[in-house]
């Protein structure tokens, strides 16, 4: 337990379907961040927040779209996306943007039919 | 970005000592080394970081060449449960954002 907490965990959803991840931290952190993980491939960072302002766009397709309403909760909005969009998604939080320890999420892993 | 190079994997008996090494000779003045590790179906979890001295925490050692170049994390003792893929990554300290590129990373298996 990380003090991070992803749902959902799994998520099987069509091309055409709209959806939501959802990141939480309980943990008191400044900053949060969104990674990609797929099949035999390294973590991707995607997004970065930090105070609830995005520092990072890590040229991200605009099917992608992050929201973090306040420093505990960050958002990753899914909307037409592609069967190379299946993935883990793996959302992680700092104290800082310059901290050295990111604590990680288990993860959502999704599926795009 | 400075890049790492890790062996794909390793096996390490149960109760010896795991040494993973990784190599960075593109790394400058002002880049950290950091280790992660990934245990299947989790998310990374970070171990030990540091920039030129040695280091130690409860969970691991982390050893820096001096010119350094290349870099070895030591599990001390190892358990079934350290079994996981583990990423060195060099990290730079920047003004606006730090980040952690991940690569490959070294797949450890621990044997009884």
């Known amino acids: 337990e990380t003090g991070v907490t992803q749902t959902p965990r799994h998520l099987v959803m069509g091309m055409t379907n709209k959806k939501s991840l959802k990141c939480e931290q309980h943990?008191?952190?400044?900053?949060m961040y969104w990674y990609k993980q797929s099949a035999k491939k390294p973590l991707e960072l995607m997004f970065v927040y930090n105070f609830k302002e995005q520092t990072e766009n890590n040229s991200v397709p605009s099917r992608f779209s992050p929201e973090c309403p306040n420093s505990s909760h960050l958002f990753l909005h899914l909307h037409t996306l592609q069967p190379e969009d299946s993935a883990l998604y793996l959302c992680?939080?700092?104290?800082?943007?310059?901290?050295?320890?990111?604590?990680f999420g288990p993860g959502t892993r999704l599926t795009v039919l | 970005d400075a890049k790492t190079t890790q062996p794909p994997s390793m096996d390490c008996a149960e109760g010896r000592a795991a040494n993973l090494p990784c190599n960075h000779s593109t790394i400058s003045g002002n880049e950290y080394v950091y280790w992660y590790r990934q245990i299947h179906s989790q998310g990374p979890q970070y171990i030990i970081h540091?920039?030129?001295n040695n280091e130690t925490n409860e969970m691991a050692s982390l050893i820096i060449t001096e010119d350094r170049k290349s870099s070895t994390l030591i599990l001390p003792h190892a358990t079934l449960r350290d079994t996981a893929v583990y990423y060195c990554?060099?990290?730079?300290?920047?003004?606006?954002?730090?980040?952690?590129?991940f690569g490959t990373g070294t797949r450890l298996q621990v044997f009884p």
């Open positions: 943990l008191g952190h400044n900053a």
């Open positions: 540091g920039l030129k």
């Open positions: 990554i060099v990290r730079l300290r920047s003004y606006n954002t730090d980040k952690l590129i």
């Open positions: 992680a939080s700092s104290q800082g943007v310059r901290d050295a320890e990111q604590f």
